[in-house]
């Protein structure tokens, strides 16, 4: 089974992997701690960072537009619809809201529409979806594109300064499409490079990951901040970013020489985890907190968490493999081939 839109590459899997693990290790609800701080200094930066190498748009916006809205907006409306149980639920017994047609209907599906979708995690479908239909436009003058791509990333980093500075702030995707375009253009010049020398080098895919490890560990040791206020945390929330994601990636790249089925389903559904890891984690902290009668709510250490992370994996592995035969469109797929 292969994409449609995009030839499959074996570090890129395993980078994506990696990438959807930090993603719900972050989600568990742990005390601040060295690998919280890990996990989010780089990690959405890191998935941007995939999506741009990875993006191939069509010839015409039209064709863009239906490809982008079938793979990625209406997955994201989707996955509204199935958490909305889980949603209406935990805001019923748990938050104690009184139930209306306004508050219980209405606000969640314009609330979703406008990009605050009640399925927190998938704020990434949507923030992604307009970026790459941005890129769409600014790309149909070749000419002109690393010129527009380059000032609009820079005046992207000032908006988002001076937000943050203002304390002014919308919807996640909104932030997000200022702070981190940067690092979906930045993933589109990474495939213009020879980044393939690299990737089948041993000693290079090494020393890749040694030094973007020493970087990384340099600018953590700074300090992390994701409401940066002031350009020296600006400069090292950016540092953070591509540092970490180029660690990652080096990872990936000595992976790269592994072929793992397990590895390929779980980077093929991504999107599948993204959408329902939310609804696993409430649940499981659910269950704990009555089976341990804990009023307040439930935090975990690192090390129980990742441990909650990998179970949350593997439940999620099955679901993987039903919506490969039977649903493709919750992988993001328009369609798959054998």
Partial sequence: MTSTNYARYNWIDWSKSIAIFLVIW?????AQSEAYTFINS??????FLISG?????????????YKEFKTL????????LIYYPYWFVREILVSHQVFSIQNSIIHPIIQSLLSDGINGPTWFIYC???????????????????LTASTSCLMSILICYWLNNQSIYGTRVIHSFFALQIFFFAGQALKRTNIKNIVNSLRQSILWFLISTILFIMFILIGYTSIYTTWAETLNFYALGFTGSSMIFGIGFILNRIKSNINYHIST???VILGIHWMFIGVFNFIMEK?????????????????????IITMNYPLIIFCEKHFPLLLGKIRTTK
């Fill in 291 to 311: 089976h341990l009668h804990i009023i307040d709510d439930i935090t975990y250490s690192s090390f129980i968490a990742f441990i909650i992370s990998l179970f």
């Fill in 26 to 30: 972050g989600h568990v609800p742990m």
């Fill in 53 to 65: 190498y990875l993006y191939n748009p069509k010839e015409t916006i039209k064709e863009e537009l």
């Fill in 42 to 47: 780089f990690h959405m930066p890191l998935f």
């Fill in 128 to 146: 992604l979806f307009l970026i790459k239909m941005y890129s769409f436009v600014m790309q149909r003058k070749q000419s002109l594109y690393w």
């Fill in 73 to 80: 907006m209406l997955p994201y409306l989707i996955y509204q």
């Fill in 269 to 271: 559904g991504t999107l």
